[in-house]
Nanobody, 115 residues
Framework: QVQLAQSGGGLVQAGGSLRLSCAAS????????MGWYRQAPGKQRELVAT???????NYADSVKGRFTISRDTTKNLMYLQMNSLKPEDTAVYYC?????????WGQGTQVTVSS
């Protein structure tokens, strides 16, 4: 199983930017797909963005053009750069890794966007 440790997040005003990081306990090049998900209060967890080992990316329509997912295999880190943040982006954000058919999750980090 992969251990994931998240950092980043916090409070920002609408229109601002934040960057989330996710560190993996194994070589990231060994991990097929990684992604970011979020869960707002009272709502189900939803996909934000995914990235494959070949660096193919996929985004939720709500974040396209504003968020960028990337992975640095030399540092074993995955990032989510979030620009033009909106109050509706407020949620707990989780990173996920799929390795050998099993999913591992980060501990979650709060992102709060004030209007």
């Amino acid at each position: 199983q992969v251990q994931l440790a998240q950092s980043g997040g916090g409070l920002v005003q609408a229109g601002g930017s934040l960057r989330l990081s996710c560190a993996a306990s194994i070589r990231m090049s060994s991990i097929d797909t990684m992604g970011w998900y979020r869960q707002a209060p009272g709502k189900q967890r939803e996909l934000v963005a995914t990235i494959t080992s070949g660096r193919s990316t996929n985004y939720a329509d709500s974040v396209k053009g504003r968020f960028t997912i990337s992975r640095d295999t030399t540092k074993n880190l995955m990032y989510l750069q979030m620009n033009s943040l909106k109050p509706e982006d407020t949620a707990v954000y989780y990173c996920k890794a799929r390795f050998l058919g099993f999913d591992s999750w980060g501990q979650g980090t709060q992102v709060t966007v004030s209007s």
